[in-house]
């Protein structure tokens, strides 16, 4: 079974970017989804960017434009980079890895979940 490391968060001011990582352990890393979700402090899970093992990408309209998803599937990882980021992208994002053939629905109740890392966008 795959396992997840993230990585990229940190502080940054309205208007900035930053890149997020998540690199995955296990083989057939290219027969996984991967999705970015995020949570803030009283809301739910979200989703907010996937990508398939083929590079298929899907967005949340929050975030079209400002957010792309990529995989390095030699490097077994995907990564999100985040421009133009906004106060309200302030959230714990986490990734998460589910076969290709899952629904969303099956990847958030049988994916794979890495530990999450802290985004803040904030002047």
């Known amino acids: 079974q795959v396992q997840l490391v993230e990585s990229g968060g940190g502080l940054v001011q309205p208007g900035g970017s930053l890149r997020l990582s998540c690199a995955a352990s296990?083989?057939?890393?290219?027969?996984?989804?991967m999705g970015w979700y995020r949570q803030a402090p009283g809301k739910q899970r979200e989703l907010v960017a996937s990508?398939?093992?083929?590079?298929?990408?899907n967005y949340a309209d929050s975030v079209k434009g400002r957010f792309t998803a990529s995989r390095d599937n030699a490097k077994n990882t995907v990564y999100l980079q985040m421009n133009s980021l906004k106060p309200e992208d302030t959230a714990v994002y986490y990734c998460?890895?589910?076969?290709?053939?899952?629904?969303?629905?099956?990847?958030?109740?049988?994916?794979?979940w890495g530990q999450g890392t802290q985004v803040t966008v904030s002047s």
């Open positions: 990508i398939s093992g083929g590079r298929s990408t």
């Open positions: 296990g083989s057939a890393f290219r027969l996984y989804a």
């Open positions: 998460n890895a589910a076969p290709n053939y899952y629904s969303d629905s099956e990847a958030v109740a049988f994916g794979t």
